[in-house]
C-alpha cells in the first residue's frame, strides 16, 4: 500500500481544560433541554471556523482539517437548523458551500484537486443533498440548486465507476497521480450509494435506484462489507492492485452510518421487504461500535491513536441514525436507545464556558472530558443530541412532496472528460490525501479482537 505515516501526522490539538467548569447537563426526555445542549455544542464548533471573515477563505477549515471535514460540518449545521429551528448558522454555511462549488459545479474545486478523492466529493454532496431535503433554501442568483449539486456529484462518480478492475467499484482518488488512487475504499463508494439511494428517494428516478443496487452489490462481491453474527460489518477497503482479494477489515463508524441511511432511503422509496431486511442487518452490525451502550471508534479511541479525520467519524454514524429513525420508522425501537445513552454520555464529557462547550473524544470516559479537542469532537456530541429529535420533524421531502430544489439531471457535465492541469505530485510530496483511511493502522492495532479476519 502506497500511504505513509507521515501523511497520517495530522495531530490533534490537545488542551489542558480549565477546571471547575461545567459538564453539558441534558435531559434527553425534553426537547427544549436537548435543543439548548445541542446549541452549546454547535457554538463550540463553530467557533474553530472562520471562513466568513473578510480575508479569510468560506468554506475553508484551518489547520489541521481537511476540505472534506468542512463539508460535513456544513451538513451538520444544515441538520442542526432542520432538527432545533436556529438558523443562526445557516449564512455562514450557504456561503461555505457556494464558494466550494467549483468549476463543473460539482464539488470539485481545482485548488483541492492534490487532495480530492470521491469520498472528500462526497461529503460535500451530501451536504447539498442534505439542504434539498431539509428545504434550505438554494441560493439563487444563477447559482446551481442543491439538488442539482448533489446530482452533479452522482453524475461524476458514476462516470468513474471503474469496472477495469475488481469487477466494479470507484476508487478513492479521483485523480489518478494522488497517492492512494489504487485503493477502492468502502467509504468512496458508501458515499456514492448514499447519494445515489437519496437520489432515488427524492425524485424516484430509477437510474439512481440502478445505480444504488449495483454499488450495494459490487461492495458485497468483494467483502468491503460481509455478514458476521447475524449484522453486516463494514470494512475500510481493497487494493485493486490485487484485484481487491485482500481487504483492510478495520471499521470505522462511518462506512456503517453512510451504508445505515442509504439501505434507510431505499427502504422507504421502495417500502420492500429486501431493503427492509437489509436496513436491519446494517443496524444488528453496529453492536461492534458500542461499549456499555455507548458509541465508540473501536479501532482507534481506546488506543489513543485516532487522527483529525477519525475523530469526527461518530458524528456520521449518528447523523445516520438519526436519518434511518426519520425516514424508516420501524428502526427506532432499534436504534433510540443506542443514540439516546450516547448523546447523554457525549455531552456529560463537555466542558462549558458560558454559551459553547468543549467537547472531548471520549463518550467512554465517565464524564471524564480527554482533553482531545476539535471540530470533531464537537461535531460528533452535535450531531448525537440534535438527532434525538428525530420525532419532531417531519422527514426529507420529495420531488413529489414537498421539494422546492431545481431537478438538473445532467449537472457536473464535462468534469470528467475535462483535463485539469496542475503541478505534477512529485514522489517526494506527502500525500495530501483527504480522507485518510487507515492502511498504516493496520500495523498498530493488527490482532486486535473485533478485525474479523
Ligand atoms: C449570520 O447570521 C447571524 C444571525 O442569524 C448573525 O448573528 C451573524 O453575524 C451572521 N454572520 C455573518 C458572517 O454574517
Ligand atoms: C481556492 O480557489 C478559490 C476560488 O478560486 C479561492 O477563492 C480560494 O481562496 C482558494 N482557496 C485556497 C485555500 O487557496
Ligand atoms: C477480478 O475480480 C473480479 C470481481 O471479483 C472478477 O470478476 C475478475 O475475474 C477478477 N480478475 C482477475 C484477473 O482475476
Ligand atoms: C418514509 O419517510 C417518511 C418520513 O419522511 C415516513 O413518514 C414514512 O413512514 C416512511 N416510509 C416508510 C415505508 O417507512
Ligand atoms: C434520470 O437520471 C439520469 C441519470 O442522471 C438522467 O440521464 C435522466 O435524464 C433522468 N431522467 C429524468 C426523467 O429526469
Same mark, same amino acid.
Given at each position: 500500500?502506497?500511504?505513509?505515516?507521515?501523511?497520517?501526522?495530522?495531530?490533534?490539538?490537545?488542551?489542558?481544560? /480549565?477546571?471547575?467548569?461545567?459538564?453539558?447537563?441534558?435531559?434527553?426526555?425534553?426537547?427544549?433541554?436537548?435543543?439548548?445542549?445541542?446549541?452549546?455544542?454547535? /457554538?463550540?464548533?463553530?467557533?474553530?471556523?472562520?471562513?466568513?471573515?473578510?480575508?479569510?477563505?468560506?468554506?475553508?477549515?484551518?489547520?489541521?482539517?481537511?476540505?472534506?471535514?468542512?463539508? *460535513?460540518?456544513?451538513?451538520? %449545521?444544515?441538520?442542526?437548523?432542520?432538527?432545533?429551528?436556529?438558523?443562526?448558522?445557516?449564512?455562514?454555511?450557504?456561503?461555505?458551500?457556494?464558494?466550494?462549488?467549483?468549476?463543473?459545479?460539482?464539488?470539485?474545486?481545482?485548488?483541492?484537486?492534490?487532495?480530492?478523492?470521491?469520498?472528500?466529493?462526497?461529503?460535500?454532496?451530501?451536504?447539498?443533498?442534505?439542504?434539498?431535503?431539509?428545504?434550505?433554501?438554494?441560493?439563487?442568483?444563477?447559482?446551481?440548486?442543491?439538488?442539482?449539486?448533489?446530482?452533479?456529484?452522482?453524475?461524476?462518480? /458514476?462516470?468513474?465507476?471503474?469496472?477495469?478492475?475488481?469487477?466494479?467499484?470507484?476508487?478513492?482518488?479521483?485523480?489518478?497521480?494522488?497517492?492512494?488512487?489504487?485503493?477502492?475504499?468502502?467509504?468512496?463508494?458508501?458515499?456514492?450509494?448514499?447519494?445515489?439511494?437519496?437520489?432515488?428517494?427524492?425524485?424516484?428516478?430509477?437510474?439512481?435506484?440502478?445505480?444504488?443496487?449495483?454499488?450495494?452489490?459490487?461492495?458485497?462481491?468483494?467483502?468491503?462489507?460481509?455478514?458476521?453474527?447475524?449484522?453486516?460489518?463494514?470494512?475500510?477497503?481493497?487494493?485493486?492492485?490485487?484485484?481487491?482479494?485482500?481487504?483492510?477489515?478495520?471499521?470505522?463508524?462511518?462506512?456503517?452510518?453512510?451504508?445505515?441511511?442509504?439501505?434507510?432511503?431505499?427502504?422507504?422509496?421502495?417500502?420492500?421487504?429486501?431493503?427492509?431486511?437489509?436496513?436491519?442487518?446494517?443496524?444488528?452490525? %453496529?453492536?461492534?461500535?458500542?461499549?456499555?451502550?455507548?458509541?465508540?471508534?473501536?479501532?482507534?479511541?481506546?488506543?489513543?491513536?485516532?487522527?483529525?479525520?477519525?475523530?469526527?467519524?461518530?458524528?456520521?454514524?449518528?447523523?445516520?441514525?438519526?436519518?434511518?429513525? #426519520?425516514?424508516?420508522?420501524?428502526?427506532?425501537?432499534?436504534?433510540?436507545?443506542? %443514540?439516546?445513552?450516547?448523546?447523554?454520555?457525549?455531552?456529560?464529557?463537555?466542558?462549558?464556558?458560558?454559551?459553547?462547550?468543549?467537547?472531548?473524544?471520549?463518550?467512554?470516559?465517565?464524564?471524564?472530558?480527554?482533553?482531545?479537542?476539535?471540530?470533531?469532537?464537537?461535531? /460528533?456530541?452535535?450531531?448525537?443530541?440534535?438527532?434525538?429529535?428525530?420525532?419532531?420533524?417531519?422527514?426529507?421531502?420529495?420531488? *413529489?412532496?414537498?421539494?422546492?430544489?431545481?431537478?438538473?439531471?445532467?449537472?457536473?457535465?464535462?468534469?470528467?472528460?475535462?483535463?485539469? #492541469?496542475?503541478?505534477?505530485?512529485?514522489?517526494?510530496?506527502?500525500?495530501?490525501?483527504?480522507?485518510?483511511?487507515?492502511?498504516?493502522? #493496520?500495523?498498530?492495532?493488527?490482532?486486535?479482537?473485533?478485525?474479523?479476519?
Amino acid at each position: 500500500m502506497k500511504l505513509t505515516s507521515s501523511a497520517l501526522g495530522a495531530v490533534g490539538a490537545s488542551v489542558l481544560l /480549565a477546571t471547575g467548569a461545567g459538564a453539558i447537563d441534558v435531559d434527553v426526555t425534553s426537547t427544549d433541554s436537548i435543543k439548548n445542549a445541542a446549541k452549546l455544542a454547535a /457554538a463550540g464548533m463553530t467557533k474553530w471556523y472562520t471562513g466568513y471573515r473578510p480575508g479569510d477563505v468560506a468554506g475553508n477549515l484551518p489547520d489541521p482539517y481537511y476540505w472534506w471535514e468542512c463539508g *460535513a460540518m456544513f451538513n451538520g %449545521l444544515i441538520d442542526y437548523w432542520y432538527y432545533t429551528g436556529d438558523s443562526q448558522y445557516n449564512n455562514i454555511t450557504a456561503q461555505g458551500l457556494e464558494h466550494q462549488i467549483g468549476d463543473y459545479n460539482a464539488f470539485m474545486p481545482q485548488n483541492q484537486s492534490k487532495s480530492l478523492g470521491n469520498d472528500d466529493q462526497a461529503f460535500w454532496g451530501m451536504a447539498a443533498m442534505s439542504a434539498a431535503e431539509n428545504k434550505l433554501p438554494d441560493l439563487g442568483d444563477d447559482q446551481p440548486s442543491w439538488l442539482g449539486l448533489a446530482q452533479a456529484v452522482f453524475n461524476t462518480q /458514476a462516470e468513474r465507476w471503474n469496472d477495469k478492475k475488481c469487477g466494479g467499484g470507484l476508487n478513492w482518488q479521483i485523480y489518478s497521480f494522488n497517492k492512494g488512487f489504487n485503493y477502492r475504499n468502502t467509504i468512496s463508494n458508501g458515499c456514492f450509494f448514499n447519494i445515489a439511494a437519496r437520489l432515488y428517494k427524492y425524485t424516484k428516478n430509477e437510474t439512481y435506484m440502478d445505480w444504488a443496487e449495483k454499488v450495494w452489490d459490487w461492495e458485497l462481491s468483494v467483502k468491503l462489507f460481509d455478514l458476521q453474527d447475524g449484522g453486516y460489518h463494514f470494512y475500510d477497503g481493497a487494493d485493486e492492485n490485487i484485484n481487491c482479494t485482500e481487504v483492510n477489515h478495520i471499521q470505522w463508524t462511518y462506512n456503517a452510518g453512510v451504508h445505515l441511511a442509504g439501505a434507510a432511503a431505499m427502504f422507504n422509496a421502495t417500502s420492500s421487504d429486501e431493503w427492509k431486511t437489509r436496513l436491519s442487518t446494517v443496524i444488528k452490525g %453496529l453492536d461492534v461500535f458500542f461499549k456499555d451502550g455507548v458509541m465508540y471508534e473501536v479501532a482507534c479511541e481506546t488506543g489513543g491513536t485516532c487522527n483529525t479525520d477519525q475523530r469526527s467519524f461518530k458524528a456520521y454514524l449518528s447523523r445516520n441514525m438519526g436519518y434511518s429513525m #426519520v425516514t424508516a420508522p420501524f428502526t427506532q425501537d432499534l436504534l433510540k436507545e443506542k %443514540l439516546t445513552t450516547s448523546a447523554a454520555a457525549g455531552a456529560k464529557q463537555c466542558t462549558t464556558s458560558g454559551d459553547e462547550a468543549t467537547c472531548g473524544l471520549k463518550w467512554t470516559n465517565n464524564g471524564q472530558n480527554d482533553g482531545s479537542v476539535g471540530v470533531g469532537e464537537n461535531m /460528533a456530541v452535535m450531531e448525537a443530541l440534535q438527532n434525538l429529535l428525530f420525532a419532531s420533524v417531519s422527514g426529507p421531502v420529495t420531488e *413529489a412532496a414537498g421539494g422546492i430544489s431545481k431537478a438538473d439531471p445532467n449537472a457536473g457535465a464535462g468534469a470528467t472528460t475535462t483535463t485539469v #492541469v496542475f503541478d505534477e505530485v512529485t514522489a517526494g510530496d506527502k500525500a495530501g490525501a483527504g480522507i485518510l483511511t487507515t492502511i498504516v493502522l #493496520v500495523a498498530i492495532v493488527a490482532g486486535a479482537w473485533w478485525m474479523v479476519a
